[in-house]
């Protein structure tokens, strides 16, 4: 089973333009987009998160369930779910505020242990960056490497929610010796700084930069670079795309059972090729629908 660990929360989507059109509630968050799209593609994933106990919270986790996610390690809380406020630019790109004080996810704790049957975890997005909760799941991420699990990692940067960038910079730098996979925007890789070369060097088998429509591009340890264009589509909006490439590397990779930190230098050019464009695709469905609505198994061809 696939392990997501992060925050849920509740996107509110503009429905119009303007600052006081009608807001649409929609259950979101990067590493819950990941995990809903990991279910319903069909790979046995495990939702590590802490939850509150209001109306949205209860939303949430029934749409964990419709995925078929395990919901058993969420904690909860009488806290308040985050919110986030979205704003959709006309080509469809999506840029956040967020109301996070007192919020329910980042007081989640470290659990005890991983379900024995883990063979990756997935981290990333807000719940690394608000304390308490953000040391919480970077100890998740040490524990996780140290048993030899694979970890996957996007950082998904905020900007608006990072008091201190270099300090931030400082502790993603720390967190590349535990990181298995690494996969980024380009935006959030010229905010990060550093290179792809800089980043294997540090720990990383891989790293995944995604270039919107233009594609998607691999870095291997091995020197290898592959790429991918991006599938033609009529964008409604991105929200969820990025998640969404996370899942389908993942859950292609569990297909080709390269879910170990070594496996990945095994993967010749056609195993990425053939990945990347199985991420492609699946992006693509995301951005055609409004929301982060993932698609299903059945609405793709195998990774």
Same mark, same amino acid.
């Given at each position: 089973?696939?392990?997501?660990?992060?925050?849920?929360?509740?996107?509110?989507?503009?429905?119009?333009?303007?600052? +006081?059109?009608?807001?649409?509630?929609?259950?979101?968050?990067?590493?819950?987009?990941?995990?809903?799209?990991?279910?319903?593609?069909?790979?046995? &994933?495990?939702?590590?998160?802490?939850?509150?106990?209001?109306?949205?919270?209860?939303?949430?986790? *029934?749409?964990?369930?419709?995925?078929?996610?395990?919901?058993?390690?969420?904690?909860?809380?009488? %806290?308040?779910?985050?919110?986030?406020?979205?704003?959709?630019?006309? *080509? $469809?790109?999506?840029?956040?505020?967020?109301?996070?004080?007192?919020?329910?996810?980042?007081?989640?704790?470290?659990? *005890?242990?991983?379900?024995?049957?883990?063979?990756?975890?997935?981290?990333?997005?807000?719940?690394?960056?608000?304390? =308490?909760?953000?040391?919480?799941? %970077?100890? +998740?991420?040490?524990?996780?490497?140290?048993?030899?699990?694979?970890?996957?990692?996007?950082?998904?940067?905020?900007?608006?929610?990072?008091?201190?960038?270099?300090?931030?910079?400082?502790?993603?730098?720390?967190?590349? =010796?535990?990181?298995?996979?690494?996969?980024?925007?380009?935006?959030?890789?010229?905010?990060?700084?550093?290179? =792809? $070369?800089?980043?294997?060097?540090?720990?990383?088998?891989?790293?995944?930069? !995604?270039?919107?429509?233009?594609?998607? !591009?691999?870095? &291997?340890?091995?020197?290898?670079?592959?790429?991918?264009?991006?599938?033609?589509?009529?964008?409604?909006? &991105?929200?969820?795309?990025?998640? &969404?490439?996370?899942?389908?590397?993942?859950?292609?990779?569990?297909?080709?059972?390269?879910?170990? =930190? $070594?496996?990945?230098?095994?993967?010749?050019?056609?195993?990425?090729?053939?990945? +990347?464009?199985?991420?492609?695709?699946?992006?693509?469905?995301?951005?055609?629908?409004?929301?982060? %609505?993932?698609?299903?198994?059945? %609405?793709?061809?195998?990774?």
């Amino acid at each position: 089973m696939i392990v997501v660990a992060g925050e849920a929360l509740i996107d509110l989507v503009p429905q119009g333009a303007g600052a +006081l059109v009608h807001l649409r509630p929609a259950r979101g968050g990067g590493p819950y987009n990941t995990a809903v799209a990991l279910g319903r593609l069909g790979s046995p &994933t495990v939702f590590c998160s802490r939850v509150s106990n209001d109306a949205f919270g209860e939303a949430l986790l *029934d749409g964990l369930r419709e995925a078929r996610v395990d919901v058993s390690r969420v904690q909860r809380g009488a %806290e308040p779910t985050t919110l986030a406020v979205a704003t959709v630019a006309e *080509d $469809g790109s999506a840029a956040y505020s967020f109301y996070v004080e007192g919020t329910a996810d980042r007081l989640f704790t470290t659990p *005890d242990r991983l379900p024995d049957a883990v063979r990756a975890v997935s981290f990333g997005t807000v719940s690394l960056v608000l304390e =308490p909760g953000a040391s919480a799941y %970077e100890a +998740l991420l040490r524990n996780a490497a140290a048993r030899g699990v694979f970890t996957a990692l996007d950082p998904n940067v905020r900007a608006g929610l990072i008091p201190d960038a270099d300090a931030y910079r400082a502790r993603f730098k720390s967190w590349l =010796p535990s990181v298995s996979l690494l996969k980024l925007s380009e935006e959030d890789a010229r905010w990060l700084g550093g290179t =792809p $070369g800089e980043w294997l060097a540090s720990g990383p088998a891989a790293v995944v930069i !995604t270039r919107g429509g233009d594609g998607l !591009t691999v870095f &291997t340890r091995g020197g290898g670079v592959h790429s991918v264009p991006g599938e033609p589509v009529e964008v409604v909006d &991105t929200i969820g795309a990025g998640d &969404t490439v996370n899942a389908a590397l993942l859950h292609g990779l569990a297909a080709r059972d390269a879910l170990s =930190p $070594g496996a990945l230098t095994d993967l010749n050019a056609e195993d990425w090729t053939e990945l +990347l464009r199985f991420a492609a695709r699946a992006a693509a469905v995301t951005c055609s629908r409004a929301g982060a %609505e993932p698609p299903y198994a059945a %609405e793709l061809d195998a990774p």
